[in-house]
């Protein structure tokens, strides 16, 4: 009894000494970006990857020491709001400012690293909601000569991730109608981040997935364009012919006639693709 009170006991100051630990430590590194942070902001976390903090640690230089990276926001009267990103590096005993981006915007969407260049060292992902209707926009900066640099400027509704060999794939979602979206995949090529058939293939399943659960709610013309879209991407050229057909008669039947010229757009480009596929 006297042992499962000691462990009891034990067990409690080993939890209480590790929440103030981890308490003293967020404390202590929110004293140290306040020192750069701009007047009237304040830290803030991105919504995506979710549980992001909005302070990170990554050795951008691979010299053994991690870099600081922090967001945060500046709050006005009305939209848009200021957001923007600081690095701090570590020189000698103390840290200095080394590079910021800022963007305007309503909501801080995304903030991590990924290796998008394939080169073993992640770029920074910085994405700002400019607005329901318009999405938002992405700005992905490459680690080169002790600071960062923008390499690519994506708009996009919706991002994930398609992991491919060394490279990870970018899966942009760009709104049609609604909550219908037309997706493209896009990978690193040396220079810029281009439409990549491979891994739109690997991440078709996905997509197909999203859209077979919104029609079995609602048999929607819409969904069944982009899903025609994804398949004629992804070589499903017999499933793209059908969803092409489900698309004109639910079309026809609403009177359509500027959408059954899209989807007849759409069934054009299923043929050209048929036609310089190889066999």
Not at 32 to 42: G, H
Not at 90 to 117: A, P
Not at 193 to 221: C, G, Q, R, T
């Amino acid at each position: 009894m006297k042992k499962m009170i000691v462990f009891t006991l034990l067990l409690l100051f080993t939890v209480c000494f590790t929440s103030i630990f981890v308490h003293a430590k967020e404390n202590h590194e929110e004293d140290l970006v306040s020192r750069f942070m701009p007047s009237n902001a304040s830290l803030i976390s991105p919504k995506n990857p979710f549980s992001t903090r909005p302070i990170q640690f990554y050795d951008l230089d691979q010299d053994g020491q991690k870099e600081i990276i922090f967001t945060y926001n500046i709050k006005a009267k009305g939209y848009p709001f200021q957001f923007g990103s600081i690095v701090l590096k570590k020189h000698n005993t103390d840290w200095r400012k080394i590079w910021e981006t800022k963007m305007q915007g309503v909501d801080l969407d995304f903030s991590s690293l990924v290796d998008i260049t394939g080169d073993g060292t992640k770029e920074y992902l910085f994405g700002v909601t400019i607005g329901a209707a318009m999405g938002s926009n992405l700005e992905v900066f490459q680690w080169i000569n002790n600071s960062f640099k923008k390499i690519a400027e994506i708009p996009y509704h919706k991002m994930d991730f398609v992991n491919g060999v060394q490279k990870v794939g970018l899966a942009v979602w760009q709104m049609y109608i609604g909550d219908s979206y037309l997706v493209d995949v896009l990978k690193w090529n040396g220079e810029k981040l281009v439409y990549n058939e491979e891994l739109y293939s690997n991440y078709y399943p996905i997509i197909e997935k999203f859209y077979k659960e919104k029609i079995s709610n609602m048999d929607a013309w819409f969904y069944w364009y982009c899903l025609a879209d994804a398949q004629i991407k992804a070589n499903k050229f017999e499933e793209a012919s059908k969803s092409i057909q489900k698309g004109i008669a639910l079309a026809k039947k609403l009177s359509m006639e500027d959408v059954i010229e899209d989807f007849n757009d759409l069934k054009e480009r299923l043929e050209n693709k048929q036609k310089h596929s190889p066999k």
